[in-house]
């Protein structure tokens, strides 16, 4: 199982930026497709980006299609979350997680992965 650690939270003002990383170790990372979500307080985890394994195709959530832009570098066994025009509404922990398998339409679910990071916290202050 691959290992996967983020990096790259905190607090920023709203209509700020901020870049997250999430780096994979344990098993060959170019073989996972890769994904980021995020959970607020008393809210389900929710989708927010995918990426093939060859980075070839990513998909977003409506919620930060446009602001949110998603990335990786097979050759570092990274993958990356920027985070453009942050809201107070994208305040959440946000994590890194692993796919061995998804369908041709993408990962959407978090019961779909298999490996995940222990969260990095983002606060989005008004």
């Known amino acids: 199982q691959v290992q996967l650690v983020e990096s790259g939270g905190g607090l920023v003002q709203a209509g700020g930026s901020l870049r997250l990383s999430c780096a994979a170790s344990?098993?060959?990372?170019?073989?996972?497709?890769m994904g980021w979500f995020r959970q607020a307080p008393g809210k389900e985890r929710q989708f927010v980006a995918g990426?093939?394994?060859?980075?070839?195709?990513?998909y977003y959530a409506d919620s930060v299609k446009g602001r949110f832009t998603i990335s990786r570098d097979n050759a570092s066994d990274m993958v990356y979350l920027r985070l453009n025009s942050l809201e107070p509404e994208d305040t959440a922990v946000y994590y890194c997680?692993?796919?061995?398998?998804?369908?041709?339409?993408?990962?959407?679910?978090?019961?779909?992965?298999?490996?995940w990071g222990q969260g990095t916290q983002v606060t989005v202050s008004s």
């Open positions: 990426i093939t394994w060859s980075g070839g195709s990513t």
């Open positions: 997680a692993a796919a061995y398998y998804c369908p041709g339409y993408g990962c959407y679910d978090p019961h779909q992965y298999g490996a």
């Open positions: 344990g098993r060959t990372f170019v073989n996972y497709h």
